[in-house]
């Protein structure tokens, strides 16, 4: 859910479900779909900026790559 709500820019529930992960947010933020697209490479790829903003910040990998190595 996290993934869809970067994919298409919702920073209400990005935010609502990076507190409701707070004790396993770092795996959350950087859990990999089945491409292997992390939600900061679809909020960066649909160009919504505070999403990436707020994802770097729960601590968000900005190097991570998909399963293609994109």
Request: hydrophobic share 45%; net charge negative.
């Amino acid at each position: 859910m996290l993934h869809f709500a970067a994919k298409y820019g919702d920073i209400t529930t990005c935010t609502s479900l990076l507190n409701l992960n707070m004790c396993k947010v770092r795996s959350f933020v950087n859990q990999q779909d089945d491409a292997g697209l992390t939600p900061l490479i679809w909020a960066v790829e649909s160009k919504h900026i505070a999403v990436a903003r707020l994802l770097l910040e729960y601590g968000a990998n900005a190097v991570s790559r998909d399963f293609e190595n994109n």
